[in-house]
T-cell receptor, first 117, second 113 residues
């Protein structure tokens, strides 16, 4: 399977703990995106990378959140001092380089469901 | 400020009939629109897209229509099948914003046999 993979699929943690999620994009996709989805809502953009450069961060991404993509391949999303409001599905997506000025769709992974107790 | 809205939280359709899912947007800078389907415990799956230079795009049973003046798009599924039962999200992006997607709240489609 060469789709986007995310690990872990589920994470339960206590308030105040730190958690880290990993995303492996489709190979040769140079753009990687993180989204958060809460119950009954559509996904909300958090941040994105082009290769290893983090080019955009949403205001939803507070100082407790940090994302990296050190070698332009996999990415990690860390949440420090988790709060109950951080409980959500965290989705990763990747997209290939633009060709001929055309837009490319984003391919999503299965997500990591975080529950903060 | 919700820039992409799906006003119908749910839709029920008989198998074989047409399903029409609607989406409205407010940001006139959006120039690329997508529809995703999502099953429980899975990530969204890309269905079909349309750029703002077109008003229609068709792929098999799925057709997306874009009305730029009304800032409205719709997804038509013909004929609807029970396997189409899922939550459908419309999403929009603009080229100068890194193609990050702004999603609507979703419409749950139920196709009855």
């Amino acid at each position: 399977d060469t789709g986007v993979s995310q690990d872990p699929r589920h994470k339960i943690t206590k308030r105040g703990q730190n958690v880290t999620f990993r995303c492996d994009p489709i190979s040769e996709h140079n753009r990687l995106y993180w989204y958060r989805q809460t119950l009954g809502q559509g996904p909300e953009f958090l941040t994105y990378f082009q290769n290893e450069a983090q080019l955009e961060k949403s205001r939803l991404l507070s100082d407790r959140f940090s994302a990296e993509r050190p070698k332009g391949s996999f990415s990690t999303l860390e949440i420090q001092r988790t709060e109950q409001g951080d409980s959500a599905m965290y989705l990763c997506a990747s997209s290939p380089p633009k060709a001929g000025g055309l837009y490319n769709e984003q391919f999503f992974g299965p997500g990591t469901r975080l529950t903060v107790l | 400020d919700q820039q992409v809205k799906q006003n119908s939280p749910s839709l029920s359709v008989q198998e074989g009939r047409i399903s029409i899912l609607n989406c409205d947007y407010t940001n006139s800078m959006f120039d690329y629109f997508l529809w995703y389907k999502k099953y429980p415990a899975e990530g969204p799956t890309f269905l079909i897209s349309i750029s703002s230079i077109k008003d229609k795009n068709e792929d098999g049973r799925f057709t997306v229509f874009l009305n730029k003046s009304a800032k409205h798009l719709s997804l038509h599924i013909v004929p609807s099948q029970p396997g189409d039962s899922a939550v459908y999200f419309c999403a929009a992006s603009e080229a100068n914003a890194g193609n990050m997607l702004t999603f609507g709240g979703g419409t749950r489609l139920m196709v009855k046999p």
